[in-house]
């Protein structure tokens, strides 16, 4: 059973738009939800987190927005940079359970300049 | 700050070998991670470990051993490597191993099976 699904799989946007990148959850225990980015040949790096108190996260271009009541959230990337393309992984754990994160499979993002 | 050295970067094996790979941290931090990353099907946890000679099963355990001699190195066994195999093992590392915490990861090795 996935718990964390990721859509779409891949996404092409033109520089200087907002990529819009999906997460939803199965378990409503999950309380919080990182994202990772990766650029090829090396590991994921975390980009922006969010704990499920909150319903919106900022950093810089970078926001999360977050519905707890549906068990979705979504990254947003505004003003997006060729430099942005790289996989990005949605994550979530239960902090007061078994703790462990579980990844999603990935969307990859292309920004065509 | 602090690094994640994976070893080594690309691994070729014959099936059923049994393969060994590395990986070190200076971050000091208490808890390490294998993943096994595969095209499409995002990251799975394998192994990890809370302290020195502690061993945690993951979701994807079968097939693997894991080694935690020191607190900053962790190494990965593939007990028997299947043909046709293709995956990248990427290393991370934690403070304490809490679900919240930033985990630092390893550039991956790639491992092909012929």
């Known amino acids: 059973q996935q718990q964390v699904r990721q859509s779409p799989q891949s996404l092409t946007v033109w520089e200087g738009e907002t990529a819009i990148l999906n997460c939803s959850y199965e378990?409503?225990?999950?309380?919080?939800f990182p994202w990772y980015q990766q650029f090829p040949g090396e590991g994921p790096a975390l980009l922006i987190s969010?704990?499920?108190?909150?319903n919106k996260k900022e950093d810089g271009r970078f926001t999360i927005f977050f519905n707890k009541r549906e068990k979705k959230l979504s990254l947003h990337i505004a003003d997006s940079q060729p430099g942005d393309s790289a996989t990005y992984f949605c994550?979530?754990?239960?902090?007061?359970?078994?703790?462990?994160?579980?990844f999603g499979k990935g969307t990859q993002l292309i920004i065509q300049p | 700050g602090g690094i994640i050295t994976q070893t080594p970067k690309f691994l070729i094996g014959q099936e059923g070998q049994k393969l060994t790979l590395k990986c070190q941290q200076n971050?000091?931090?208490?808890?390490m991670y294998w993943y096994r990353q595969d095209s499409g099907k995002g990251l799975r946890l394998i192994y990890y470990?809370?302290?020195?000679?502690?061993?945690q099963k993951g979701d994807l355990s079968e097939g693997y051993d894991a080694s935690r001699e020191k607190k900053s190195s962790f190494s990965l066994t593939v007990t028997s490597a299947q043909k046709n195999e293709m995956a990248v093992f990427l290393c991370?590392?934690?403070?304490?191993?809490?679900?919240?915490?930033?985990?630092?990861f390893g550039h991956g090795t790639k491992l092909s099976v012929l």
């Open positions: 991370a590392s934690s403070n304490r191993g809490r679900g919240n915490e930033r985990l630092f």
């Open positions: 378990n409503s225990a999950f309380d919080y």
């Open positions: 969010i704990l499920s108190v909150s």
């Open positions: 994550a979530a754990s239960d902090t007061g359970g078994a703790d462990r994160l579980t």
């Open positions: 971050f000091n931090h208490d808890t």
């Open positions: 470990s809370i302290t020195e000679n502690d061993l």
